[in-house]
């Protein structure tokens, strides 16, 4: 009986380090994700700056800043969505370690919970990240208003 709580114990660390790892790769995707985003949103306000030349033609000019404030709103829309996914796996991967370290030693994750959760002035984790493509979106939305309220 001894011998299999041993094996048992180990397999429980060798699947907690396999989380841990998930983890870890998640996060890596989420800073991926809001690189990419950020680096398309920037190439597209930056093809603005070709477009309103003053020797472009006024309907080409419309058109573009037109097609730009509209792929920068979807792209916006995309990464919120992605980042949201991305934040429920990973919370879920958490709350599946916070069942795993009830059979060991240290409870790292509800501990670190207890910590977050503590009263703060500072935002909630990852609600910085989290508000990112909306504000990103701002330009755009002035863009599109620029456009069509003139």
């Not at 790769?25 to 680096?39: C, E, G, L, M, P």
């Not at 398309?40 to 700056?49: A, D, E, P, R």
């Not at 977050?116 to 990112?132: C, D, F, R, V, Y």
Request: one cysteine or more; aromatic letters at 10%.
């Amino acid at each position: 009986m001894e011998k299999n709580q041993g094996e048992n114990s180990v397999v429980l660390v060798q699947q907690y380090r396999s989380i841990m790892a998930m983890i870890q790769q998640n996060y890596a995707r989420r800073t991926a994700t809001n690189r990419f985003y950020t680096s398309i949103g920037s190439g597209l306000l930056v093809f603005l700056t070709y477009v309103t030349n003053p020797s472009v033609d006024v309907e080409v000019k419309t058109m573009a800043l037109t097609m730009v404030a509209v792929l920068g709103l979807i792209l916006c829309l995309s990464w919120s969505l992605q980042i949201r996914t991305l934040r429920d796996l990973i919370e879920i991967q958490i709350k599946l370690t916070h069942e795993m370290e009830r059979d060991l030693p240290f409870n790292f994750f509800g501990r670190q919970e207890e910590l977050l959760n503590k009263p703060s002035h500072w935002p909630k984790h990852g609600a910085i990240e989290q508000a990112l493509p909306f504000v990103v979106a701002i330009p755009y939305l002035v863009i599109l208003a620029t456009v069509y309220l003139r």
